[in-house]
């Protein structure tokens, strides 16, 4: 299978985040039911915003069609841009949640 090159940075990404989250840091924040709201939150406001900024027959942010699936959800936003918020999410809280739990053990 040959993915475009957006959507497969997107597949990396997110597996990378996982990876770091469940087996690098072992922060398993991906197990939590407080990670997951949060995700939802994010995900709420992301829909209208990236909706408005990424809609095909908008000016402000266009994809060629060769570099991402074409699949768009929601307000006509590529999929790939929720992979990658998700990864950027958890990444970020992922070390916070290391950083908090470093300082406090020392």
Not at 62 to 82: G, K, L, N, Q, T
Request: some cysteine; overall charge neutral; glycine content about 8%.
């Amino acid at each position: 299978m040959n993915l475009p090159i957006y959507t497969g940075l997107t597949v990396v990404a997110v597996g990378a985040a996982v990876a770091l989250d469940l087996g690098v840091l072992k922060t398993r924040l991906t197990a939590s039911r407080p990670f997951w709201i949060t995700m939802v939150i994010c995900w709420f406001f992301q829909v209208f915003v990236d909706g408005w900024l990424t809609k095909e027959d908008g000016t402000i942010v266009s994809y060629r069609a060769d570099v991402h699936s074409d699949v768009r959800v929601f307000f006509d936003s590529p999929i790939e841009d929720f992979g990658f918020g998700f990864a950027m999410i958890l990444v970020a809280l992922s070390i916070w949640q290391t950083l908090g739990r470093t300082r406090v053990g020392s």
